[in-house]
Each structure stands twice: as structure tokens, then as C-alpha cells.
């Protein structure tokens, strides 16, 4: 056999079967509208982390993030891809030609990315919370949002564990990294709590949802042992007391910055629609 024998052309492999879920079609427009609440918190907060490649602090960053960023591309390919078979919408149209209003993402992820310390805050807020909801959605009476969470709840409990050496790090290290991850965690708590709040959509959907108030209790208790032991005990009861954020991301309203972020992430395919590489 020569090299002309084999045809490797990468526009003929089944890319689709990378993807958890298989072919199903969503169910109900309730569970379109759950998947994009999932897919579109994944899709920004990777194109947020991919923005670290070549400008991490160390090397071995810059290939950490890259992975988780690629990890949640996953997640958000699979849910995007089911949210859009209710209404034959394909992941790249989801993706790319949905304005702003149509995003259905947390405020969390589309803070920006700060310095690193600012970063770290808003993933290991994500990265815990997601851990959470994969596990409990994992028994979703939907079975492709079940096979979906599980797949993504091995990922990030990866990302949660690098979230949560670099918190250890920060609050136990210098002067200068203490105060970075104080003033971090300072700015974007008041965004977790809508992460945790049951909308309308949740009470429709019954156990083929993960309530977000029921994930809570799960998230306070590592996010109690990580601060005590990284020494920052009394600012979590500091924080605990703050102000949550008005945020509406859930439906449709968001904060400024999302408005950029899309702007970057579509701009190639709606200057070139339809095309192909």
C-alpha cells in the first residue's frame, strides 16, 4: 500500500463522534433553551482562557489553560449541538450568529480576565459549581444531557483541582499574591450567586434539570475547606456578606464586557459566512 492508497482527508472524518450525546433531538424547547443555559457558560469561558495562550505566567500555564479551554469547547460543542436540534440550528450557528440578547451565559464567565490572580478567582468559582452541576445532572431523566454530564464531570474535576492549587498557592504565598487573589475573589463573588438561582425554566424541566439551589451546599462546603486552608477564612465571611450582582444572564440581559468577547470570537464567520477551509 502507498501513501496515495490512504485518503486522510480530515473533511471525511465522523468529528460528530467526538461529541457526547449522539444524535438525539432535544426533546421540548425547555430543554433547548437548559442546554444553551449550559453551553453557552462553557463556550465563553473557554474563549476567555484561550486568550492566556503565550501570555500565562509560566509555560506549563499556557498549556493548562489551553486544555481546559479545549475541554469546555468540548462541553459547549455537545450542548450546543443538542440545543440546536430542537429548531435544526447547527453548533456553528449557535455559536457565531446569535447576538447578545440570545446568549444565555452566568455574568461569572464573562468578567474579564484580569491579571492571573483575577482569572483563578472567576475558575475556580466555575470550575467548582460546574463540578456540582455535572454530578447532579448526571442523573438527569434526559438521557442526553446525562451522557453529556458525565463525560464533562471527569473533565472538570481536573479543572477544579488546578483552580484550586493555584488558590492554595496565591493566599499562602507572597504579600503581593495574597493581595491579588483577595482583591480577585472581592470582585467576582457578588457574581456566584446567580449560578445558584432557580429560574422559572428549572421548575418546567423537573429532574431533567439540576436545580441550581441544590448545588449550593455542595460548592460552599469545598470553597470552606480551599479558603482554610489557604488562610483566607476571614475573607470568605467577608465575602459572604457582600452584595449579590443584579445579573440576568439567564435571560438575556449581560454585562458589558460579553459584547466584546462576541465581537472577537465571530467576527471571521460573519465577515465570511458559509465558507469552508
Do not use: C
Not at 475541554?71 to 443538542?82: E, K, T, V, W
Amino acid at each position: 500500500m502507498t501513501s496515495s492508497d490512504v485518503n486522510v482527508s480530515v473533511d471525511e472524518l465522523q468529528l460528530a463522534s467526538e461529541l457526547s450525546g449522539g444524535e438525539s433531538r432535544a426533546g421540548s424547547a425547555d430543554i433547548a433553551e437548559y442546554a444553551l443555559w449550559l453551553a453557552d457558560d462553557a463556550l465563553i469561558l473557554s474563549q476567555q482562557l484561550g486568550a492566556w495562550i503565550s501570555r500565562a505566567p509560566e509555560l506549563e500555564e499556557d498549556v493548562a489553560l489551553a486544555n481546559i479551554a479545549l475541554d469546555l469547547l468540548g462541553h459547549a460543542r455537545s450542548l450546543l449541538r443538542y440545543a440546536g436540534s430542537w429548531d435544526d440550528r447547527s453548533e456553528d450557528d449557535l455559536a457565531y450568529f446569535r447576538d447578545e440578547s440570545e446568549f444565555r451565559s452566568s455574568w461569572l464567565v464573562e468578567q474579564p480576565n484580569g491579571d492571573f490572580a483575577q482569572t483563578i478567582a472567576r475558575q475556580f468559582i466555575a470550575s467548582t459549581y460546574m463540578f456540582e452541576l455535572y454530578r447532579a445532572l448526571s442523573s438527569s431523566t434526559d438521557p442526553t444531557l446525562a451522557a453529556i454530564a458525565v463525560k464533562s464531570h471527569k473533565e472538570v474535576d481536573y479543572h477544579r483541582d488546578h483552580a484550586v492549587q493555584w488558590v492554595l498557592r496565591l493566599g499562602d504565598g507572597t504579600d503581593e499574591s495574597r493581595e491579588r487573589i483577595t482583591r480577585a475573589f472581592r470582585d467576582l463573588w457578588p457574581y456566584a450567586d446567580e449560578l445558584f438561582r432557580d429560574e422559572p425554566l428549572i421548575d418546567r424541566l423537573g429532574d431533567a434539570a439540576a436545580r441550581p439551589s441544590l448545588l449550593r451546599a455542595g460548592f460552599d462546603a469545598v470553597v470552606d475547606t480551599v479558603f482554610n486552608e489557604a488562610d483566607l477564612s476571614d475573607l470568605l465571611e467577608e465575602l459572604r456578606q457582600s452584595k449579590a450582582s443584579s445579573a440576568g444572564g439567564r435571560r438575556g440581559s449581560h454585562a458589558t464586557p460579553l459584547g466584546h468577547i462576541l465581537a472577537e470570537m465571530q467576527v471571521l464567520a460573519r465577515r465570511h459566512p458559509g465558507a469552508t477551509w
